[in-house]
T-cell receptor, first 116, second 115 residues
Framework: GAGVSQTPSNKVTEKGKYVELRCDPISGHTALYWYRQSLGQGPEFLIYFQGTGAADDSGLPNDRFFAVRPEGSVSTLKIQRTERGDSAVYLC??????????????FGPGTRLLVL | AQSVTQLDSHVSVSEGTPVLLRCNYSSSYSPSLFWYVQHPNKGLQLLLKYTSAATLVKGINGFEAEFKKSETSFHLTKPSAHMSDAAEYFCVVSDQRAAGNKLTFGGGTRVLVKP
């Protein structure tokens, strides 16, 4: 079946601009996660949705970052006033409900964001 | 709080020889442990996971890992490396008692396989 998809695969923007990154989870998966992977590092947790609500947004670095999942399926990560330090690969993952410490997360290919 | 340390940032092996990727973790509660592999320009793929059943876990492509609580380790091994094993590998921990399954990744180990 179809896996997690993310669009765009690459995004180049200028410092100060607004960007939106989209994630389509596996059909039927109610848990959705965003991670950020900087060059040469492991992914870092940003935010977790269970259904439509953000259950844990403790990883968002500051208030320029925001994510939504209005219908409990597709999610959009929004970054305002982008900075060069936001350049990274943004990964989305989904898992079946209920999300717990033993569920496997299935990752998308990521969106590579470059802020000039 | 939980954390993961991958002891080697790079590992180089010859095709057909064993592979060992070392991982130590820290977790306040009952950990789940995972190994993911990332090939260039591809998504993270689960190799195997430990969730408190058997301590020796077998995964895909001939990989296995052993959970050693006394050593807080979860090293990944493969008896015979193949060229297709060249990739980056991540050791990952999550807390089984916490809702949400937030994953904490190690820094990664890049594996080079020489012919």
């Amino acid at each position: 079946g179809a896996g997690v998809s993310q669009t765009p695969s690459n995004k180049v923007t200028e410092k100060g601009k607004y960007v939106e990154l989209r994630c389509d989870p596996i059909s039927g998966h109610t848990a959705l996660y965003w991670y950020r992977q900087s060059l040469g590092q492991g992914p870092e947790f940003l935010i977790y949705f269970q259904g439509t609500g953000a259950a844990d947004d403790s990883g968002l670095p500051n208030d320029r970052f925001f994510a939504v999942r209005p219908e409990g399926s597709v999610s959009t990560l929004k970054i305002q006033r982008t900075e060069r330090g936001d350049s990274a690969v943004y990964l989305c993952a989904s898992s079946p409900q209920p999300a717990s410490g033993i569920e496997t997360q299935y990752f998308g290919p990521g969106t590579r964001l470059l802020v000039l | 709080a939980q954390s993961v340390t991958q002891l080697d940032s790079h590992v180089s092996v010859s095709e057909g020889t064993p592979v060992l990727l070392r991982c130590n973790y820290s977790s306040s509660y009952s950990p789940s442990l995972f190994w993911y592999v990332q090939h260039p320009n591809k998504g993270l793929q689960l190799l195997l996971k430990y969730t408190s059943a058997a301590t020796l876990v077998k995964g895909i492509n001939g990989f296995e890992a052993e959970f050693k609580k006394s050593e807080t380790s979860f090293h990944l091994t493969k008896p015979s490396a193949h060229m297709s094993d060249a990739a980056e590998y991540f050791c990952v921990v999550s807390d089984q008692r916490a809702a949400g399954n937030k994953l904490t990744f190690g820094g990664g180990t890049r594996v080079l396989v020489k012919p």
